[in-house]
């Protein structure tokens, strides 16, 4: 995705990308955050490729939306001084509308791909846009008995001299399974042989806001019997952080 739209929540302090079914980000994808700036018009000698503009100011990397073209995004490929360089935009032309969206410093917000958003320090009105790769959401299984725990470490920190034991609280995890009749659904099993991370989103009711972690995936097992139906059985233990919607 280039230049996805997002929408401010909590007081111009979070921004969170709009389109729901792009909100979970790729862990391993470079994710841009860029901040709208200002406008400037295309020069004399402008194509469909290249945009000419003196000192404009941009680098590679950075969001540009001409808003003559029907609000056309595109990444900045290469650049010199004067002109810069994008995939094409059909029409484009000197006169054209350029608007700016610098790419934002990682150290100005915090990054939350489980749910895509772009948290600031302080709160002031801003246009955000991301770029990145999102992973596509489908469900996986409709489980007739899940289960999942989130905790956390407790390590003992007592000194010597006292008698009751004092602890400081570690840190946290989660873990859980899931059952489904349908064993021929292979969707579990790939994720367990390719031994990567993957976002397992959990929700009871179709209306409930979900809950997310990304998860290793421990066990996939199949059982029968002569009187039963054939059923999976998956564990899973957390990867890094997990997240409530709505919480």
């Known amino acids: 995705m280039v230049g996805e739209a997002?929408?401010?929540?909590?007081?111009?302090?979070?921004?969170?990308?709009?389109?729901?079914?792009?909100?979970?980000?790729?862990?391993?994808?470079?994710?841009?955050?860029?901040?709208?700036?200002?406008?400037?018009?295309?020069?004399?000698?402008?194509?469909?490729?290249?945009?000419?503009?003196?000192?404009?100011?941009?680098?590679?990397?950075?969001?540009?939306?001409?808003?003559?073209r029907s609000n056309a995004y595109r990444l900045v490929l290469t650049k010199t001084t004067n002109d810069f360089t994008i995939s094409a935009i059909t029409g484009q032309v000197a006169t054209d509308t350029i608007m700016r969206y610098p790419t934002e410093a990682v150290s100005n917000y915090v990054l939350n791909r489980l749910n895509g958003t772009v948290t600031y320090a302080t709160a002031t009105t801003r246009v955000i846009k991301i770029s990145g790769n999102y992973l596509p959401m489908a469900t996986a299984a409709y489980a007739h008995d899940f289960s999942d725990k989130q905790q956390c470490d407790i390590h003992d920190v007592t000194p010597f001299g006292v008698d009751s034991k004092q602890r400081i609280r570690g840190l946290k995890f989660a873990s859980g399974s899931l059952k489904q009749f349908d064993v021929t659904d292979m969707t579990y099993k790939n994720a367990l042989t390719a031994d990567i991370p993957v976002v397992y989103e959990r929700r009871v009711f179709s209306a409930e806001e979900p809950s997310r972690f990304w998860v290793m995936l421990e066990n996939s097992e199949v059982t029968a019997a002569m009187d039963g139906v054939a059923d999976e059985s998956v564990t899973w233990i957390s990867h890094d952080e997990w997240l409530r919607l709505g919480a």
């Open 6 to 68: 997002t929408t401010s929540v909590a007081g111009d302090l979070i921004y969170t990308i709009t389109d729901v079914s792009k909100q979970v980000l790729d862990r391993t994808s470079v994710i841009k955050v860029h901040k709208q700036s200002t406008s400037f018009v295309a020069e004399a000698d402008t194509t469909t490729t290249t945009i000419k503009a003196t000192g404009h100011g941009l680098v590679v990397g950075d969001l540009v939306c001409n808003t003559t």
